[in-house]
């Protein structure tokens, strides 16, 4: 990656740990991030070490655990470092966007190749709007995102960070633990927790909009 800061020291991405200390390692990413907001460049460095394994894993569950990979994983920190307002931190934690932004550069760089391969296929199975379909079908699958996006709204923090790490981020119950620094039950108490409020939310009638 070219730019004003180098983030590799060498090697292969490592995986990645809970901070020490009685901080929350959310709390810790967060301050982080206002830090790279002020343009520090050791504090991306940070960021990076904490988190470029479960960035390449995602990276790597998408497109193989090859160059593009690791490329994808170079550009999601680097777009951290160029863009820093586009997080909001009240949306939600640093792990989870950057969980997200990984799927999504990663699907992105499968689309622009055209490639058709298994690395398609897991594309495909991660996200399933990116099929060919039809004028009638899009509209109902947009729609259908627009609604899942507003709906993880009303879940707790907490709750919203684990599930956006389960099933966008593709992490393991045990993986998220272990990120998380919280026990494994917790886990997944939060996510059986915030489907529940994301299918009663998905349940309810959405709002007209008057024209």
């Known amino acids: 990656m070219s730019g004003e800061i180098r983030l590799v020291p060498g090697g ?7 901070s020490g200390g009685g901080v929350s390692p959310a709390a810790e ?5 206002d830090r790279i907001a002020l343009r520090q460049p050791e504090a991306l460095a940070a960021l990076y070490d904490r988190h470029r394994g479960t960035v390449f894993g995602i990276c790597a569950r998408v497109l ?3 160059a593009d990979a690791e490329e994808v994983l170079e550009e999601v920190f680097f777009e951290v470092w160029q863009r820093p ?4 931190p009240t949306r939600s934690a640093p792990l ?6 990984a799927r999504s550069r ?21 996200d399933p709007g990116s099929e060919p379909k039809d004028a009638l079908t899009g509209v109902v699958a947009d729609e259908a995102r627009v609604r899942a996006r507003a709906a993880m709204a009303v879940l707790r923090e907490n709750e919203r960070e684990v ?4 099933y966008w981020g593709g992490l393991t119950h045990t993986e998220i633990a272990e990120r998380q620094g919280i026990p494994l039950g917790t886990v997944k108490t939060r996510i059986r927790r ?8 998905l349940m309810e009638e959405p709002s007209e909009n008057p024209v």
Not at 12 to 18: F, H, L, V
Not at 85 to 88: K, L, N
Request: aromatic content about 6%; proline content about 3%; overall charge positive.
């Open 96 to 101: 989870s966007y950057l969980a997200v932004m």
């Open 194 to 201: 915030g489907l529940i409020r994301l299918r009663e939310a």
């Open 64 to 66: 193989g655990a090859g």
């Open 163 to 166: 599930v956006t790490l389960f």
């Open 85 to 88: 307002q586009r997080y909001d």
């Open 29 to 33: 990413d967060r301050r982080l991030m």
């Open 12 to 18: 292969e991405p490592s995986g990645d740990g809970p």
């Open 106 to 126: 990663s699907i992105d760089r499968i689309r622009a190749s055209g490639r058709r391969s298994n690395a398609h296929e897991r594309s495909r199975l991660l």
